[in-house]
């Protein structure tokens, strides 16, 4: 049907066909002709309420539009492509040919409740989100000027401090100089003392001897006895070296480092926590070559365009967005990948359980990365740091454990909690594994119905088996991952929904709307959007981040 013909059947009598009519029914939203208004209104289960459909427009509109090409024609159409109210008329013209009409009223409604929507948001979720950024201002200057009022306390207590140590030393300078002043002293007056008293024993001495020689008592005169030879030996004279003080050059580097150091103001502008959707909404949806007989059960994001993809095959095919295969890697040994991942590097990784090995392909080259003995690998995950974490099961499946792996050199094993009670439940099926932000590792336990997480180290952080309030049935978690906000997503295959938790387990909501069938595989990209794997074939990409 061309655009022509269309356009005047958008405004039929819903009864009789008759073209333009000029009556509408406000209850059952449909057209009429004046000959069908009484056969409409002769249903009386329904109260009917038929009104002139301009008299309808100007109801609902409050004003007509008139059409400005074909006056005085009124608008009532909505051309989707032009975005612009038309009349009949415009609608078949060949400027709007094959374009789509909406009715104006219908139109103006989905408008409304657009700005519902948007009302709704600003209302109740963005306005508060910036209300409570507007009165954290206050606080941050208020707790910047409490703290630098304590670093000032701090800078003239330990000041202080470094004053009466230099004090002190002053002080002990002057004690030791007053202490030698005493010591040199005493010394001195010793000698002072004896030369004194040598001093009058001498003065004696010569007026004895001038006395004899004015005699000629022969007696007097040979009864003295000379004392010069004891006068001769002068008593030791003292030698000292003054004290002297030599001042250090004052260095104010080591006076500062001695001191103390102040750390630098460090602002950092960090991105507000991003608001989850009221509707998560598919983006795209991309058909696989997997299905029924050959099941999808992992997805790993190369790229915001491109997702590998593996299932019951021994082929992992990365696809594009538009649904076109744009590679497709063999396994080397011909046996079906368990789960995949990508590293940082964008190299693509894969667990093959048989051969008990992880492998990397490197430019379509796929190398061994890992042989493991008596141990199968089932999930693998690479970290932020560029280790390897593999979930991993004994030969005869009666042991499980998660192994960090630095390349090829194990770094550590998590198996037991501090009890010695296993973590995880051991069985031939796959545990999905991820990295959160802040190091943490999540397992989904399909057997066990639960997320089990640890701390990087190994420690149990909790378990989580569903919601508190129980909307649904119990938990079948497959595929996990983590965004940017260190949320943590499990595909329910079962309940097919996805859940949101935090990273401390608190559950956030599902993402139930999205006509998911078994959702396996989980994984998202850069921006946030979430590519989830159904088991019969198809990968949704989904936007839950506003």
Request: proline share 4%; glycine share 4%.
């Given at each position: 049907?061309?655009s022509?013909?269309?356009?005047?059947?958008?405004?039929r009598?819903?009864?009789?066909e008759?073209?333009?009519?000029?009556?509408?029914?406000?209850l059952?939203?449909?057209?009429?002709?004046?000959?069908c208004?009484?056969?409409?209104?002769s249903?009386?289960?329904?109260?009917?309420?038929?009104?002139?459909?301009?008299?309808?427009?100007?109801s609902?509109?409050?004003?007509?539009?008139?059409?400005?090409?074909?006056?005085?024609?009124l608008?009532?159409?909505?051309?989707?492509?032009?975005?612009?109210?038309?009349?009949?008329?415009?609608?078949?013209?060949?400027e709007?040919q094959?374009?789509?009409?909406?009715d104006?009223?219908?139109?103006?409604?989905?408008?409304?409740?657009?700005?519902?929507?948007?009302?709704?948001?600003?209302?109740?979720?963005?306005?508060?989100k910036?209300?409570?950024?507007?009165?954290?201002?206050?606080i941050?200057?208020?707790?910047?000027?409490?703290?630098s009022?304590k670093?000032?306390?701090?800078?003239?207590?330990h000041?202080?401090k470094?004053?009466?140590?230099?004090d002190t030393?002053?002080?002990?300078?002057?004690?030791?100089?007053?202490?030698?002043?005493?010591e040199y002293?005493t010394?001195?007056?010793?000698?002072?003392?004896?030369?004194t008293?040598?001093?009058?024993?001498?003065?004696?001495?010569i007026?004895?001897?001038?006395?004899l020689?004015?005699?000629?008592d022969?007696?007097?005169?040979?009864?003295?006895?000379?004392?010069?030879?004891?006068?001769?030996?002068?008593?030791?004279?003292?030698?000292?070296?003054?004290?002297?003080?030599?001042?250090?050059?004052?260095?104010?580097?080591?006076?500062?480092?001695?001191?103390?150091?102040?750390s630098?103001l460090?602002?950092?502008?960090?991105?507000p926590?991003?608001?989850?959707i009221?509707?998560?909404?598919?983006?795209?949806?991309?058909?696989?070559?997997?299905?029924?007989?050959?099941?999808?059960?992992?997805?790993?994001?190369l790229?915001?365009?491109?997702?590998?993809?593996?299932?019951?095959?021994?082929?992992?095919?990365?696809?594009?967005?538009?649904?076109?295969l744009?590679?497709?890697?063999?396994?080397?040994?011909g046996?079906?990948?368990?789960?995949?991942?990508v590293?940082?590097?964008?190299d693509?990784?894969?667990?093959?359980?048989?051969?008990?090995?992880?492998?990397?392909?490197k430019?379509?080259?796929?190398?061994?990365?890992?042989r493991?003995?008596?141990?199968?690998?089932?999930?693998?995950?690479?970290?932020?740091?560029?280790?390897?974490l593999?979930?991993?099961?004994?030969?005869?499946?009666?042991?499980?454990?998660?192994v960090?792996y630095?390349?090829?050199?194990?770094?550590?094993?998590?198996?037991?909690?501090?009890?010695?009670q296993?973590?995880?439940?051991?069985?031939?099926?796959?545990?999905?594994?991820?990295?959160?932000k802040n190091?943490?590792?999540?397992?989904?336990d399909?057997?066990?119905?639960?997320?089990?997480?640890?701390?990087?180290?190994?420690?149990?952080?909790?378990?989580?088996?569903?919601?508190?309030?129980?909307?649904?049935?119990?938990?079948?978690?497959?595929?996990?991952?983590?965004?940017?906000?260190?949320r943590i997503?499990?595909?329910?295959?079962?309940?097919n929904?996805i859940?949101?938790?935090?990273?401390?387990?608190k559950?956030?909501?599902?993402?139930?709307?999205?006509?998911?069938?078994?959702p396996?595989?989980?994984?998202?990209?850069?921006?946030?959007?979430?590519?989830?794997?159904?088991?019969?074939?198809?990968?949704?990409?989904i936007?839950?981040?506003?």
């Open positions: 049907m061309d022509r013909s269309w356009a005047q059947d958008v405004l009598c819903r009864l009789c008759t073209p333009a009519p000029p009556m509408y029914c406000d059952c939203h449909i057209h009429l002709c004046k000959g208004v009484g056969e409409h209104l249903d009386q289960t329904l109260q009917h309420k038929v009104v002139r459909f301009n008299d309808y427009l100007t609902k509109r409050g004003s007509t539009i008139i059409c400005p090409k074909h006056s005085p024609k608008c009532e159409l909505y051309c989707e492509q032009c975005d612009n109210p038309i009349c009949v008329m415009c609608a078949s013209s060949e709007h094959c374009h789509k009409f909406v104006l009223t219908n139109a103006l409604e989905i408008q409304k409740r657009n700005l519902q929507t948007d009302l709704h948001e600003l209302e109740n979720v963005l306005y508060p910036y209300q409570e950024t507007a009165s954290s201002f206050p941050k200057r208020a707790d910047f000027n409490d703290n009022k670093l000032t306390e701090a800078f003239d207590k000041g202080n470094l004053h009466m140590e230099i030393i002053i002080k002990n300078l002057k004690s030791d100089l007053k202490e030698m002043n005493l002293n010394v001195l007056n010793k000698q002072e003392d004896e030369i008293r040598k001093v009058s024993e001498i003065t004696q001495t007026a004895d001897l001038k006395k020689l004015n005699t000629n022969f007696r007097q005169v040979s009864a003295y006895k000379s004392m010069n030879a004891e006068f001769r030996k002068l008593p030791p004279q003292t030698s000292v070296s003054l004290p002297s003080f030599t001042p250090q050059t004052i260095n104010r580097e080591q006076i500062h480092q001695q001191f103390g150091f102040m630098e460090v602002i950092k502008t960090e991105e926590e991003r608001l989850l009221n509707e998560p909404k598919v983006i795209s949806v991309t058909e696989t070559e997997f299905g029924e007989s050959k099941k999808l059960h992992s997805v790993a994001c790229s915001q365009e491109e997702v590998w993809a593996c299932g019951q095959d021994n082929m992992i095919r990365l696809y594009n967005l538009k649904g076109e744009v590679k497709a890697i063999h396994t080397k040994s046996n079906n990948p368990e789960n995949i991942t590293t940082r590097n964008g693509l990784l894969y667990t093959d359980v048989d051969k008990r090995t992880v492998n990397i392909v430019n379509s080259h796929i190398q061994k990365l890992l493991l003995r008596g141990w199968r690998p089932f999930g693998v995950t690479s970290t932020s740091s560029g280790d390897l593999v979930a991993m099961d004994t030969d005869d499946y009666k042991h499980s454990r998660i960090r630095s390349g090829s050199l194990l770094l550590n094993c998590i198996e037991v909690d501090e009890h010695g296993p973590l995880f439940s051991p069985g031939r099926y796959i545990r999905y594994i991820s990295e959160n190091h943490d590792i999540c397992v989904s399909w057997y066990a119905g639960a997320v089990v997480v640890v701390n990087q180290a190994g420690k149990h952080r909790f378990t989580y088996t569903g919601p508190p309030t129980k909307t649904k049935g119990s938990l079948y978690p497959y595929g996990i991952t983590t965004d940017s906000q260190s997503l499990i595909a329910d295959d079962k309940n929904c859940h949101i938790i935090g990273q401390d387990g559950f956030l909501r599902f993402i139930d709307n999205c006509d998911l069938h078994s396996w595989g989980l994984c998202v990209d850069t921006n946030d959007n979430l590519f989830v794997a159904e088991k019969e074939g198809q990968i949704k990409k936007q839950y981040y506003m």
